[in-house]
Structures are given as C-alpha cells and as structure tokens.
C-alpha cells in the first residue's frame, strides 16, 4: 500500500541518519527537495552533507520514534512523524541529556520511477529537557542566557548555539498554535494540488490564458 510505502521512507530516513548510512539517507530524497529545521534550511542534499559534518565533529543525536500519520492523495503524501531528539551532551563539564519533542512533517511524492522520495521536512517543536545524567550532580546554566528563548525548543537552540550553530526564534512550535494551524492548512492544500494545477498557479502567464 502507498501509505506503507511512505511510513517506510520516512522511518528510513530517519535510521539512516542515526546509523551514519548516507547514500541511503541521501537516497530518500527528491532532487528539489527542501528541509526546515532548528540548525539547518536548505536542500536535501545538503542537509545530509551537513549532517554528515555535524556527526564528523561530535555532534551526534539519536532520534525516538512514534508511529507516523500518513495521508496519501493520487503521488502525493504527507506524514507527521512524532519524535524525541536525545542528545548525550556535557555542559561545562557535566554530563547532561538534551531531550527535544517534535513532529517532522513529510511531504512525500512519488516519481515516474514509481518510487516515493521526500520533497520536504518541516519541524513543529513541542517542548524540551535538559537534566543532569548523574542526580548528584549539578547544572549550572544562567536563566538569564535562556531568557531570550522561545519554550518550544529553548534548550535545543541554546545548546546548539553555544557549539556554533545558528539557530533563529522564527521556527514552528506550538508556542505559536496559529502559525503552526497556518502550516498544516498549507500542507493540506499542497497534498489535495495536482503539480499541472501549482505549475500553473506559479506562472502568471500561464494564468492569463486559462
């Protein structure tokens, strides 16, 4: 079935990321694919050069996955996968475990190939934890640094920050319930939309002689 077909890739991508396989992660994804998340935006392509960077430097975080939701319309899909980032961090000399909640969203379509590949990942930020790995021990972190922080992913985005990624206040969270409702309206659209319907919609010319 396509729906089973697109749990599989998006579960896949995600594994592939985790276990350092790169040609297959690169594989899941389309040409002109497009990935929106806390460090990176950018291309397919890229997001797994830079992950493979991120790993290359000691920056590694393992993904816990829940059962995606998948909706499958004609080539198109959308799956929301719901999960935890787990990060094995140290903190100014203390061991601490980063936990983030989110739901990766995935628009999926399927080729002339007759194979389904992602064309887009967006994150939608929950909450996050950071705590100490050893209970007797202590974590010196100044409310003041976090002040700034929006709750959806502050410890997320204060972290990565610190290890000299650029991580902006502008991401989806459910801190901000209206934008979020605005994206899944806009993924709905998107899934329900032929491709002969949105190339004509981008070209104006197209629409004058309709």
Known sequence: MPSDDVTQLVLRERQSRDRGWYDE???CFADDSIVQMSWFTG????FVRQTRAM????????HRLSPPAVRVHRDRA???LPLIIEWRIDIDGVEADLASACRSQYRAERGADGLWRIARITSIYEKDTLVPVLPSTRLAVDAAE????????????WYLNRKGYTVGDHH???DQPEAVAEQYRAEHTWL????????TSADP????HS
């Open 25 to 27: 992660m690169a594989d």
């Open 43 to 46: 291309s397919g392509a890229d």
């Open 55 to 62: 790993a290359g430097r000691g920056d590694y975080a393992v």
């Open 78 to 80: 959308l799956a929301s």
């Open 146 to 157: 976090l002040a700034g922080y929006r709750p959806s992913y502050r410890f997320l985005a």
């Open 172 to 174: 989806l969270g459910d």
């Open 192 to 199: 329900h939309q032929s491709p002969t319907t949105e190339a």
């Open 205 to 208: 010319r197209k629409e004058q």
